[in-house]
């Protein structure tokens, strides 16, 4: 099973700051020139909702504060400026290979 | 509008079984491959399995550790997915999710508001 890591496992940002969360694949998570990386946000009581689908597309509603890059084993969350709607949990997700795996989950707080 | 609602949570000791469903409308359900996710209480997600589409003739996939235990299903002509729990265990209490997933890129686009499961003498 291909093993993601996230990290930090929790962050405070201030308003109106950048937070960074990193998730890393044991392997690869490319095929046909995609990386099936996907991010979602959960917000303590709530399910989780799609932020970011194949490393770097914004689902649909999404507010352009938040982006995703990278590649291969190496993926990042950016959000920026951070508001304080944003106060959740952050969950990377691979799909390339079966089975699905999340990571461990990276909190966000306001500092 | 897309819509998927859990139900059949609850109680249950050890070594019982409970079945769960998820509701779900506003998309065409025979065209889509249907997730179960479960998260215990405070840690992260993990995926129990999937159930394909028609074109992939319905077939299921399981994380190793439900397989044997819990069984997938899906009614087409009520849009409904099921997650049978057999031999349950206390290590299953968890908030029990169904999710839609993306025919392109196989993300969860879409996920149910959850129930929750204890298994508790």
């Known amino acids: 099973d291909i093993v993601l890591t996230q990290s930090p496992a929790s962050l405070a940002v201030s308003l109106g700051q950048r937070a960074t969360i990193s998730c890393r694949a044991s392997?690869?998570?490319?095929?046909?020139?995609?990386?099936?990386m996907h991010w979602y946000q959960q917000k303590p009581g709530q399910p989780p909702k799609l932020l970011i689908y194949?490393?770097?597309n914004l689902e649909s509603g999404i507010p352009a504060r938040f982006s995703g890059s990278g590649s291969r084993t190496d993926f990042t969350l950016t959000i920026n400026p951070v508001e304080a709607d944003d106060v959740a949990t952050y969950y990377c997700?691979?799909?390339?290979?079966?089975?699905?795996?999340f990571g461990g989950g990276t909190k966000l707080e306001i500092k | 509008e897309v819509k998927l609602v859990e139900s059949g949570g609850g109680l249950v000791q050890p070594g019982g079984s409970l079945r769960l469903s998820c509701a779900t409308s506003?998309?065409?359900?025979?065209?889509?491959?249907m997730s179960w996710v479960r998260q215990p209480p405070g840690k992260a997600l993990e995926w129990l399995g999937f159930i394909r589409n028609k074109a992939n003739g319905y077939t299921t996939e399981y994380s190793a550790s439900v397989k044997g235990r819990f069984t997938i299903s899906r009614d087409n002509s009520q849009s409904i997915l099921y997650l049978q729990m057999n031999t349950l265990r206390a290590e299953d209490s968890a908030t029990y999710y169904c999710?839609?997933?993306?025919?392109?890129?196989?993300?969860?686009?879409?996920w149910g508001q959850g129930t929750s499961v204890t298994v508790s003498s």
């Open positions: 999710a839609r997933v993306n025919w392109d890129d196989y993300a969860m686009d879409y």
């Open positions: 194949r490393a770097s």
């Open positions: 392997e690869s998570v490319d095929s046909y020139g995609n990386s099936f």
């Open positions: 997700q691979q799909s390339n290979e079966d089975p699905p795996t």
């Open positions: 506003g998309f065409t359900f025979t065209d889509y491959y």
